[in-house]
């Protein structure tokens, strides 16, 4: 992600869109800005404390912290359930490279939370034709990428009997296309070219893609699962940046008598090297990924974590940490579970009395500990477990 | 009444609900007679003592830990939950009395010799709000009428306990232990009586101690690949998991502790600053580990099954 170096006059503002997140002048992103511009809703804590009412167990350390921070009708998801209607859940990946990092594991362990607290089944899109058509790669490639990546995605403990994985490539067909042919029809190059103003329209194909993300929010695109149960709702839990796509589709739905699929959004988890934008696949000092060992991981923090500490120890006792910018209690907000402790980390840090090291200590040992457990269940997904995944099968037990 | 039945003579005062014996005293502090403290104790492997003494007796409880074999700083002040479930009485009540109970019959009692030279002492019965005197030699009636042989100790006294000296109250250190399980999860505190119902203070060890323990989950690591609850819902989980790692951390800070410091005020506060620090970190350790390892066995058996599904041939006829 660029830091503010625009050769531009006038100001640049803020760039969020699905191909692209920088912030403002090298600064921060500006969430509350975002929720304005798109028009979606923020997640307020009496959601959180109705979810875990709901549920019946503690809010994920996501929703607590505020990483999941705004919605479009997630509300009217928990209405429907307290009625007893449940709802299914679509996340996806676009599977460009093999190497995943923790801000790819993030909506999906967050998704995995939403299957086990609310029991409701999954479907998974592994957009192979999207990465295909905007990267490099073959189809071939592809498709393999997006077998590895099912693989990692697997060990996120997502739990067979209520998911279906499945690859453009492999599922787009029968009612899944008849859904795609629907929604195009509702979908003008005018509402399409929005798109184009992020100056991304290149080939005919872009604008298929659209429609391609859409069609998983109907239930009907998936007869061996849902078959006669056309008013189940859709939640999708995302990060922000995709909004765009669903706010189509959402305007799509009532159209063909849908309800409008409910969105669940994500801030997005800041590059090692500060809260300019996101992490990128292509730098591997940006993030830390899930094949990087204990070693590796408190090398990266410790040479390439952006602190927000002071330079010298006596003026950071003086002055305390600017907890604005570090990265390393950015991080551990989103992975150390215990509250308290980080409420402890925040105060000292913040005041001076904790220095950096010991902050990117913790870390490294917090990050360390998701990284082998997430190897550990990734080293138990066999071949033939990715194929009864992704296989097109009834789920009988899906809301068990 | 049971004195009454046993055909012993004591006075009954009631009076406002007290807590300290200072506060009994000033009820019943001017009659004569000696004012009794009682402590309620608990060691490191769950066996619990009363100590019953005249209130100006000083009890060292590090002098007293040694004198029973436990070691220095083996014993410490029970839990509460411990007195209403074993004792059945408030905070504050304490009392020799108390053992008329069943859920009593594993804790261990000792009377303070002076208790013998006063002419009479005062005890509560099951209640605050009354006081009741009588003389050693009727407490004694009681106590042999409910199965107790009743031990007097020379509770100031401080013999050496070494090599050649054996500990001179190791025969007061109960047989069996008990488990105060605090899950809410578990209905009824589990006892550690499987054999006989009737307590008998007998010779024993320490070390010979048999102990029952509530139902514990069957693997101690959570490495392991047999994870006990598969079919069980969710709740269970949380509970066993909560035992398990209570389990741990109380084994851990015990060792610790009497390692660090012998003062038991402190080993307490530490401990439970220990416990409310990791136990939650240690819960939720096991509780997203285990359940990894539950979703990763169901799916891999799940993927077996669908594998052979597909895979197996249709009947030859």
């Not at chain 1, 050769?7 to 803020?14: L, T």
């Not at chain 1, 490294?364 to 194929?387: G, K, Y």
């Not at chain 2, 109250?169 to 499987?194: K, R």
Request: charged residues 25%.
């Amino acid at each position: 992600m660029e830091k503010g170096e625009d050769k531009h006059e006038e100001e640049q503002d803020q760039v969020v869109n699905p191909w692209e997140v920088t912030a403002k002048d090298g600064g921060k992103i500006d969430y509350d800005k975002l929720i304005d511009k798109f028009g979606c809703q923020r997640l307020e804590e009496p959601l959180v404390d109705r979810v875990q009412r709901l549920t019946g167990r503690p809010p994920h350390v996501f929703l607590r912290r505020g990483v999941f921070f705004a919605h479009r009708d997630f509300d009217e998801i928990l209405n429907a359930y307290e009625k007893g209607k449940k709802f299914y859940l679509y996340t996806g990946r676009g599977p460009s490279s093999e190497a995943l990092h923790l801000g790819h594991l993030v909506p999906f362990m967050f998704t995995k939370y939403l299957q086990d607290a609310f029991k409701v089944p999954l479907v998974i899109q592994l957009t192979d034709d999207e990465k295909c058509m905007w990267k490099n790669l073959s189809v071939e490639e592809c498709q393999r990428l997006a077998r590895e990546n099912a693989k990692d995605i697997i060990a996120c403990g997502f739990d067979i009997t209520k998911t279906f994985i499945f690859s453009d490539f492999d599922y787009v067909g029968g009612s899944f296309y008849k859904n795609m042919v629907r929604i195009a029809k509702c979908v003008t190059y005018n509402k399409v070219s929005f798109l184009e103003a992020f100056s991304v329209l290149y080939t005919s194909g872009d604008f298929t893609f659209a429609v391609v993300q859409a069609a998983p929010s109907f239930p009907s695109s998936f007869p061996h699962l849902f078959s006669g149960k056309d008013d189940l709702r859709c939640l999708i839990p995302c990060a922000i940046d995709q909004d765009p796509y669903f706010r189509m589709t959402r305007d799509v739905a009532p159209r063909l008598g849908y309800h409008k699929p409910s969105l669940i959004e994500s801030s997005f988890f800041p590059a090692l090297q500060g809260e300019t934008g996101k992490m990128s696949a292509s730098d591997p000092n940006s993030a830390i990924y899930v094949t990087d060992s204990a070693k590796v991981i408190k090398n990266k923090i410790n040479k390439y974590a952006f602190s927000g500490g002071q330079d010298s120890v006596e003026k950071h006792r003086e002055l305390g940490a600017n907890l604005e910018v570090d990265i390393p209690v950015k991080y551990l907000s989103f992975f150390l579970e215990d509250d308290a402790e980080l409420e402890h980390i925040k105060t000292e840090y913040g005041a001076g009395r904790m220095l950096t090291g010991e902050v990117k200590k913790r870390l490294a040992d917090v990050l360390t500990e998701v990284v082998d457990r997430h190897r550990a269940a990734r080293a138990a997904v066999t071949e033939e477990m990715v194929d009864a995944f992704m296989a097109v099968r009834p789920l009988p037990n899906m809301f068990d | 009444m049971v004195l009454q039945e046993l055909g012993i003579k004591f006075e009954q005062y009631d009076h406002p609900a007290v807590l300290t014996v200072e506060a009994q005293a000033k009820y019943v502090g001017d009659k004569g007679g000696g004012l009794s403290k009682n402590l309620f104790l608990k060691d490191k492997k769950s066996r619990f003592y009363i100590v019953s003494a005249l209130a100006d007796t000083k009890v060292d409880l590090k002098v007293l830990s040694q004198r029973l074999g436990l070691g220095k700083g083996g014993i410490r002040m029970a839990p509460e939950e411990a007195l209403g479930q074993l004792l059945q009485v408030p905070l504050g009540c304490v009392t020799p009395f108390a053992l008329i109970n069943e859920s009593a019959s594993y804790v261990s009692l000792l009377l303070d010799k002076e208790f013998k030279t006063q002419p009479h002492c005062f005890f509560h019965p099951l209640s605050n709000e009354t006081s009741i005197s009588v003389q050693a030699s009727d407490l004694d009636k009681f106590l042999k009428s409910i199965g107790r042989e009743p031990s007097y100790v020379d509770l100031e006294a401080n013999p050496p306990v070494g090599k050649d000296q054996p500990p001179d109250l190791a025969i007061l250190v109960p047989s069996g232990t008990i488990d105060i399980p605090d899950a809410p999860e578990n209905s009824t505190p589990s006892q550690a009586v499987s054999e006989k119902s009737f307590p008998v203070q007998k010779k024993c060890t320490p070390a010979s101690v048999d102990s029952v323990k509530s139902a514990k989950p069957s693997s101690a690591d959570p490495n392991a690949k047999d994870k006990p609850n598969n079919a069980a819902p969710q709740p269970n989980a949380f509970a066993e998991s909560r035992l398990f790692v209570d389990e741990i951390l109380k084994k851990t800070t015990e060792l610790l502790l009497s390692e660090l410091t012998e003062d038991v005020a402190k080993q307490e506060a530490l401990a439970n600053s220990v416990r409310k620090h990791l136990a939650p970190d240690l819960q939720n350790l096991t509780r997203t580990f285990c359940s990894l390892l539950q979703v990763m066995f169901k799916n891999t058996a799940y993927t077996q099954g669908f594998y052979a599904g597909s895979n197996c041939q249709p009947k030859r006829l």
